[in-house]
């Protein structure tokens, strides 16, 4: 009788640790399915550049070593801070959607565009000045030349990157995450072909793959602005553009650098 009793209190205990364990297999798989297409996403942004160096390579060894240089040094000093300050967005973003206050998710979408468009001046300061840089820093004159001009054509990409960094973690906080895959993909396959034209057939050579790159990186921009203006599942979350987006800025600058130093530092 004793042993019988055991096992009915049991019953509970037993149905307690299953439940447990199937509503850990079902989160598990709500991470999986969020963070498998950020992977790709990163993946693919990540592949323009990758793709524009590997078309400068057919031209020689020294137009490559400068689009590569000149790559690092975006990317140091312009890409990684502006996706670190829009990191800022996963916080704000992700804390109105959990609060179902929708509308808030627009308003500091906004807000983060105006902040890294600001950003994104001095930066394109310092990429215009690319060459002065690296000669300084001892590199060869005639790399850091053409180094410097890639970086030249490759400042209006510096912008479109800030607001694409926004527009993904807008969609992002929202586990709306499929539409910047297929938009990533898209654009990737399409800068294969904007190299193939610009570098190797316009006659622009080198400056054609960093031409490339500003094209695609708007290219995704216009296409996300698209899907957030016209989807439905986007009519909670952006309503318009708004007056308050002017507002709180210097509190969000105060989270966003922060983020921005830790991702450059990292």
């Known amino acids: 009788m004793e042993e019988e009793r055991n096992d009915v ?27 498998g297409p950020l992977i790709g996403v990163s993946l693919l942004q990540f592949c323009l550049q990758v793709i524009s160096v590997m078309f400068v390579g057919h031209l020689g060894s020294l137009p490559l070593s400068a689009a590569s240089i000149a790559t690092s ?17 996963d916080t704000v973003c992700g804390q109105s959607y959990g609060a179902k206050m929708y509308g808030l998710l627009g308003i500091q979408m906004q807000r983060a565009m105006l902040v890294l468009t600001l950003y994104s001046v001095p930066l394109s300061i310092i990429w215009a000045n690319t060459e002065h840089f690296l000669v300084f820093f001892g590199q060869d004159k005639s790399i850091a030349h053409l180094s410097g001009s890639y970086a030249r054509f490759m400042i209006p990409s510096i912008f479109a990157y800030g ?9 992002q906080a929202q586990n709306n995450v499929l539409p910047v895959v297929f938009c990533s993909g898209i654009i990737t396959s ?32 216009i296409l996300l602005s698209c899907y957030v203006k016209f989807s439905p599942s986007c009519s909670l979350t952006w309503t318009g553009f ?22 450059c530092l990292e």
Not at 9 to 35: F, H, M, T, Y
Not at 163 to 171: E, I, K, T
Not at 203 to 216: D, E
Request: proline share 3%; net charge positive; charged share 15%.
């Open 242 to 263: 708004s007056k308050e987006a002017l507002c709180d800025i210097i509190p969000f600058m105060r989270l966003a650098i922060p983020s921005a130093l830790m991702v």
């Open 163 to 171: 607001l694409l960094q926004c527009l993904n973690r807008f969609l």
């Open 73 to 89: 040094f975006a990317s140091v000093t312009g890409f990684t801070f502006l996706m670190g300050t829009a990191s800022a967005l």
């Open 9 to 35: 209190l049991s019953w509970p205990l037993i149905g307690e640790e299953e439940n447990k364990s199937s509503g850990l297999k079902e989160e598990v798989k709500k991470q999986l399915w969020l963070a």
């Open 190 to 221: 399409l800068h294969v072909v904007l190299c193939w034209v610009l570098v190797l057939k316009s006659g622009l050579g080198f400056k054609g793959a960093a031409l490339a790159n500003a094209i695609s990186y708007w290219l995704n921009v």
